[in-house]
């Protein structure tokens, strides 16, 4: 996580200060990106501590399609707590989009509204190879309605061939048969005969307004575990998470926060584990995501941007 410690001192040393929506005031760098490797550890930050509970339910949430903080709320999340209104409502957020993009007037396969994660999955199990399985959160037409536009708003899978003696080193490593939703026939392009993955998945995010100090942890540990979790129900090998920003800022009153951060050690990346059983997105349960090893650094307190 040193990317992550570096990008922080860069906006420190070089970003501009610029006026924004909250009146709170950021510095600010346009542009940056940071690639995590997720076999050499999952990438929660260890230089403070992150509260994963909320980073694992909001993601279930989102794959749920909901968009109203009543679950967030059974589950001890606050985070989302600022922008709902007095009936917990987000408008049509993330999940919304994700799940049922609404399809206007009406999409040639008669559908009313579009399952952008289903398609997504769908198309890494019959199409592997092709560059267009995008999940697009900024619909255009409905950003007046949601409580925030989208920061995370688009995001790509890159499904790519493992050469061959890695492949068999990953086999006599784990011995192991990707479990995987698929049918047996889709099942073939997928694993090899000795039920090895063939293929190693990616995700690109583009984040376009990026709360360097508060968001971008959780939004670096959400979407790897997204890619662990379509890589497992799609027979993948995890391969790379790349995180691309645009307006990456820090809030003026972040400053101190941030340089105590950059002054600690970053330790051990903790391991991730998910259930083998499950094979299909909306199966995961809170119970089948196992964090192991998280021994980060005290937490450090900051106000956020509302
Ligand atoms: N200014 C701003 N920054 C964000 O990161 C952000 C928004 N607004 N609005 C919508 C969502 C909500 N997100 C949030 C909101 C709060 C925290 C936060 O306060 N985190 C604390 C405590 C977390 C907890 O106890 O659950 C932290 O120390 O990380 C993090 C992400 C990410 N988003
Ligand atoms: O997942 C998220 C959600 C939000 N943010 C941050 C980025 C900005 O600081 C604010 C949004 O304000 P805008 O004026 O709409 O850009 O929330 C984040 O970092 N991650």
């Not at 989102?62 to 007095?86: H, P």
């Not at 994660?117 to 959160?137: K, V």
């Not at 099942?187 to 005969?193: F, G, H, M, R, T």
Request: glycine letters at 8%.
């Amino acid at each position: 996580m040193q990317e992550y410690l570096n990008l922080l001192s860069q906006v420190l040393s070089s970003g501009t200060e610029k006026d924004d929506r909250t009146g709170t005031g950021t510095r600010s760098v346009f542009g940056a990106q940071m690639r995590f490797r997720l076999y050499n550890g999952f990438p929660l930050l260890t230089t403070k501590k992150i509260h994963w509970k909320s980073v694992v339910h909001e993601l279930l949430w989102f794959i749920k399609g909901d968009t109203n903080i009543a679950y967030l709320k059974e589950n001890g999340v606050s985070i989302w707590d600022e922008w709902a209104d007095e009936n917990g409502d987000l408008g049509p957020i993330y999940g919304e989009q994700w799940r049922s993009w609404p399809a206007y007037p009406l999409d040639p396969m008669g559908r009313l509204s579009i399952d952008q994660l289903g398609d997504a999955i769908h198309t890494l199990r019959t199409n592997p190879d092709s560059r267009r399985i995008i999940i697009n959160a900024w619909n255009v037409g409905s950003l007046h309605e949601m409580a925030l536009a989208p920061c995370h708003c688009l995001f790509q899978f890159n499904s790519r061939p493992i050469a061959h003696y890695h492949r068999v080193s990953l086999g006599a490593g784990l011995g192991v048969v990707m479990p995987t939703g698929a049918s047996p026939d889709e099942e073939a392009n997928i694993l090899d005969e000795a039920g090895i993955p063939r293929r190693m998945l990616d995700l690109q995010l583009y984040q376009r307004s990026a709360d360097l100090f508060l968001g971008v942890p959780f939004n670096i540990a959400s979407y790897s575990l997204l890619l662990l979790m379509v890589a497992q129900v799609t027979g993948h090998t995890p391969g790379e998470f790349v995180w691309t920003g645009g307006d990456v800022h820090l809030y003026l009153n972040h400053f101190e926060q941030a340089r105590e951060q950059i002054e600690r050690l970053p330790l051990f990346l903790p391991d991730l584990r998910l259930n083998p059983k499950v094979r299909e997105i909306d199966d995961f349960k809170f119970e089948d995501i196992t964090l192991i090893g998280y021994d980060p650094h005290p937490a450090i307190k900051a106000p956020v941007a509302v």
